[in-house]
T-cell receptor, first 110, second 115 residues
Framework: GEDVEQSLFLSVREGDSSVINCTYT??????LYWYKQEPGAGLQLLTY?????DMKQDQRLTVLLNKKDKHLSLRIADTQTGDSAIYFC??????????FGAGTQVVVTP | DSGVTQTPKHLITATGQRVTLRCSPR?????VYWYQQSLDQGLQFLIQ???????AKGNILERFSAQQFPDLHSELNLSSLELGDSALYFC??????????????FGNGTRLTVT
């Protein structure tokens, strides 16, 4: 079946890099996404990667995809207090279904 | 601002009642999706409409129904409400049907509290 798993919590010091990991099981995944949810808000699209890519960089964000291991990661460089939020990874199968992970709560400490 | 508008922001109602949640998608987006977010179930896909037609169905209860109107706005109707229906309900929209890569853009949600 399809499943997306993430660790539930990550604590990081301000200025350090954060790495949020995600694994998925659907080998037909076409696109993988990272969303950010701040308290009381909706899910904000951060970035996404096509499954035939290994890496995508967008300013402070770097997405790495290991398709063989079905592992996706999001690296946030120079983490700031404003990066404290819940981060969701999601994978889209070739049939269009979008499956979300449970979310990783990132807490940035000064 | 994602461009997806949901109303109302908060809704408090009693068990057994019926409510309607409203969503206006981003300009140009033809697909509307409804998700339920609760602490114990996470983010659950309910239903998708594309250009007025039901496209995909997820874990939507029979007490719940939705529709997408000709102007592309959508409504989610929840009836015979139970305490367990208390959750955040999100609407999202995308350009395409969902088989391509067009990402979903989410509204800020409607927080439903059933007492």
């Amino acid at each position: 079946g399809e499943d997306v798993e993430q660790s539930l919590f990550l604590s990081v010091r301000e200025g350090d890099s954060s790495v949020i990991n995600c694994t998925y099981t659907d080998s037909s995944s076409t696109y993988l996404y990272w969303y950010k949810q701040e308290p009381g808000a909706g899910l904000q699209l951060l970035t996404y990667i096509f499954s035939n890519m290994d890496m995508k960089q967008d300013q402070r964000l770097t997405v790495l995809l290991n398709k063989k291991d079905k592992h996706l990661s999001l690296r946030i460089a120079d983490t700031q207090t404003g990066d404290s939020a819940i981060y969701f990874c999601a994978e889209r199968s070739r049939w269009g279904k979008l499956q979300f992970g449970a979310g990783t709560q990132v807490v940035v400490t000064p | 601002d994602s461009g997806v508008t949901q109303t109302p922001k908060h809704l408090i109602t009693a068990t057994g009642q019926r409510v309607t949640l409203r969503c206006s998608p981003r300009s140009g987006d033809l697909s509307v999706y409804w998700y339920q977010q609760s602490l114990d179930q996470g983010l659950q896909f309910l239903i998708q409409y594309y250009n007025g037609e039901e496209r995909a169905k997820g874990n939507i209860l029979e007490r719940f129904s939705a529709q997408q109107f000709p102007d592309l706005h959508s409504e989610l109707n929840l009836s015979s409400l139970e305490l367990g229906d208390s959750a955040l309900y999100f609407c999202a929209s995308s350009v395409g049907t969902g088989t391509g890569g067009s990402p979903l853009h989410f509204g800020n949600g409607t927080r439903l509290t059933v007492t």
